[in-house]
């Protein structure tokens, strides 16, 4: 566990280079009502699948030059039910997916890009909901999306330094494939994340040291390294406030 690295969160939070677009000409960007709080909107991609892809929301360029385990950062929309997501390709060709979320005014949610599990590959857009206040001072929060579908369930843990794993407990226990947790508090401290087999101590990833200072709150997203059931994984992860 131990590591020279120290890391202030969010500087491992994206998995390569993306381009993020807002565009105004998009309807729900147009003249929000004086009445009615916009929603806050982004993408997190959890697809192996998939190739670089971008996103459209209603029809206008959301963002592009997604891949596995980027985060964008937070657009403003206008608040809408059934707004249109739609997932492409960033070369080019007909959507991979397309589907309709309810955007609520004056909340944060990220759409999760993820696979279906289905051959030949398919794929599924899902619409979470965001913390969108600050955790309490001199405390941070975490919430964790399991991707890591060959592999299966996992155990977190947020471990303080001179902390052996023997001797911590988990701060997630059994989060199967597929699934996320809500938001969780834990002291803010500097702590390494570490991820093991469900019920096991097998180390599937340790963090450098996250620094946490208070008043955080983070999406982090757990993934294969490599589409088999014995390989490690890899953690990204994703700034929702502070």
């Known amino acids: 566990m131990k590591n020279s690295r120290r890391l202030r969160l969010p500087g491992f939070a994206l998995a390569a280079v993306f381009s993020f677009v807002v565009s105004c000409a998009l309807t729900s ?29 209603e029809g206008a360029l959301f963002a592009a030059n ?35 979320h309810t955007l609520l005014p004056g909340e944060q949610h990220s759409i999760l890009i993820s696979d279906s599990g289905s051959t030949p590959a398919t794929y599924k857009v899902s ?30 843990y947020m471990v303080p330094g001179g902390v052996a794993l023997a001797n911590a407990v988990p701060i997630v226990s059994d989060l199967a494939a597929g699934s996320f947790t809500g938001y969780v ?18 180390i599937q990833y340790s963090s450098p040291v996250i620094d946490l200072d208070g008043g955080e709150v983070r999406t982090a997203l757990i993934m294969d390294t490599q589409r088999t059931a014995s390989s490690p994984v890899m953690v990204f992860i994703g700034s929702d406030v502070n």
Not at 129 to 147: E, K, L, V, Y
């Open 29 to 57: 960007c147009e003249g929000v009502d004086t009445y009615t709080q916009p929603a806050a909107v982004r993408v997190i991609d959890a697809s192996y699948a998939a190739s670089a892809v971008k996103v459209n929301l």
């Open 185 to 202: 508090t834990l002291n803010s401290r500097a702590v390494n994340m570490i991820v093991t087999a469900a019920g096991t101590s097998k």
């Open 127 to 156: 619409l979470l909901d965001d913390q969108r206040t600050a955790a309490p001072a001199g405390h941070s929060a975490f919430r964790f999306i399991n991707q890591r579908t060959k592999a299966g369930a996992v155990d977190i």
């Open 66 to 100: 997604l891949v596995k385990g980027a985060f964008t950062n937070y657009g403003t929309l206008r608040a809408k039910n059934g707004a249109t997501v739609s997932v492409a390709p960033v070369a080019g060709g007909a959507d991979l997916i397309s589907s309709n």
